[in-house]
């Protein structure tokens, strides 16, 4: 008869490795946790990090949003913080919306938007409902499949041509499919002054351009 309060104790440790709410433990000291008498019911709706607490219950650990009933056990462990898109956020704080990275204060209400609205993408301000996609060339997207299907401004060809027939080398320039050097007398062309001075420099600034694969 033995061997069952062995496995319940057992199932409680496996319970509170994994970081979930500890239930049905009478421990020795009155089930104190962390709030040190066993806590208060706090009501229906007690923010609780991440989680909200039913009523009856009371926060155990908040940074792991762990609630528990006044004489059950409390998992006295911290959680990492947690990453929200480029930023992480705050203690107190839960990922609002990862796509903007934007964070919210435990128990207030988050509606993630369909992009940032107004976000700076180089020296574009994308409009509602996009979010930056390429900022090197400020364009912006409604969604990854469209951001993936987008053209980068650096895969443009560039505007370089060497004219007269001399044997002056200008460097290498990209043309929308491949790389070739430019020669001549003189270099004409807004990117004259942006070539390469060696090809495999010019291919790698290009490798994951759509046209260098067609």
């Known amino acids: ?23 049905d433990d009478p421990s020795a000291d009155g089930g104190a946790g962390s709030s040190g008498n066993g ?21 155990c650990n908040a940074s792991c949003g762990i609630c528990a009933k006044p004489g059950e056990g409390c998992v006295a462990i911290a959680c ?5 898109g480029a930023v992480t956020c705050g203690a107190g704080e839960y990922c609002c919306d ?12 988050c509606t993630p938007s369909q992009g940032c609205p107004g976000q700076q993408c180089g020296d574009t301000t994308c409009a509602a409902g996009q979010f930056c996609c390429d900022p090197a ?17 650096a895969c443009e060809p560039q505007k370089a041509e060497g004219t007269g027939l001399c044997d002056g080398f200008f460097g290498y320039k990209w043309t929308g499919g491949g790389c070739v050097g ?10 004259c002054d942006k ?10 600034d290009h490798e ?6 067609d």
Do not use: H
Request: charged share 10%; hydrophobic share 30%.
């Open 1 to 23: 008869m033995r061997l069952l309060p062995a496995l319940v104790l057992a199932c409680l440790t496996f319970a509170v490795g994994c970081g979930g709410t500890v239930k």
């Open 39 to 59: 806590g208060s019911s706090g009501g229906s709706g007690t923010a609780c990090g991440t989680a909200t607490c039913s009523a009856g219950e009371y926060c």
């Open 80 to 84: 990492e913080p947690v990453p929200c």
């Open 98 to 109: 990862a796509s903007c990275g934007t964070c919210a204060k435990q128990g207030e209400a």
């Open 137 to 153: 060339c400020g364009q912006c997207a409604s969604t990854k499949v469209e951001c993936a299907g987008l053209v980068s401004c």
């Open 182 to 191: 430019v020669s001549g007398c003189s270099c004409v062309g807004s990117d």
């Open 195 to 204: 070539l390469y001075m060696d090809e495999p420099a010019c291919i790698k």
């Open 208 to 213: 994951t351009c759509p046209q260098y694969f």
